[in-house]
């Protein structure tokens, strides 16, 4: 039985291509950072996928992310630590002002409020500020960030970590987001039921029976089938 319905953030609760845009003169100027930021965390990823035992102390892994990045720019870590918390970190988040979310997520979030589910959300990057520029009501039972946890998505520590926060087990929580690999895969693997968001509903991304990749509970492409699916 749900009681607890978890959010991703970036690309669930808005469109990507909306915060893109917004991104291009910083993405021009700061390309190579960019990439090699990119790159860090995909090396990340493929070390926690092979000790998935391993989890970092928060500070330690924001060290370890600017080593490895700086390892690829031919820098000294300590000053990129400083850089990528002030630029990537800090400096995107004014942009949210800005970006419209998806039609129907507060709507949707202040009908489960009202409804007696707890609410959470978990994001790779840093998501209070985030959550306020977007002008997402206040209405959380926890807020986390993956990096806090010590891992990125899909490892399972930050939605257990999610679930003890909620104070719900995993299996009583739906969490709802748009990548398949990280959002969906990070969420059955931890015990959650899973929901995922394709706005468009390309037929070729449908995971396919029996396939490899992680299998969503549910698949959806705008808010208003998401809350009939929950209320169901």
């Known amino acids: 039985m749900l009681k607890g319905i978890a959010f991703d953030l970036d690309g669930t609760l808005y469109p990507n291509y909306r915060l893109n845009l917004r991104l291009i003169p910083f993405a021009a100027r700061e390309f190579q950072l960019l990439s090699a930021f990119g790159k860090a965390r995909n090396i990340i990823r493929k070390y926690q996928s092979e000790n998935p035992d391993i989890i970092y102390e928060q500070n330690d892994f924001y060290t370890h992310q600017a080593e490895i990045t700086a390892k690829i720019l031919s820098v000294q ?80 520590m930050p939605f257990i970590k999610l679930a003890e926060a909620m104070s719900l087990p995993p299996e009583n929580i739906l969490y709802v987001g748009n990548s398949l690999p990280y959002d969906v895969g990070g969420g059955a693997k931890a015990g959650m039921k899973t929901a995922w968001l394709t706005p468009w509903l390309m037929p070729w991304l449908k995971p396919s029976p029996g396939g490899k990749k992680p299998k969503p509970d549910f698949l959806f492409s705008n808010y208003r089938q998401l809350l009939k699916y929950i209320l169901q």
Request: proline letters at 10%; one cysteine or more.
């Open 77 to 156: 870590p300590e000053p990129l630590k400083e850089k990528i918390e002030k630029l990537m970190y800090r400096g995107w988040e004014p942009i949210f002002k800005s970006v419209k979310l998806f039609k129907g997520v507060n709507e949707t979030l202040l009908t489960l409020h009202k409804a007696g589910y707890k609410l959470g959300l978990m994001s790779d990057f840093p998501p209070e500020t985030k959550l306020k520029n977007l002008g997402v009501p206040d209405i959380w039972d926890a807020v986390l960030c993956s990096e806090c946890c010590g891992a990125l998505k899909p490892h399972p």
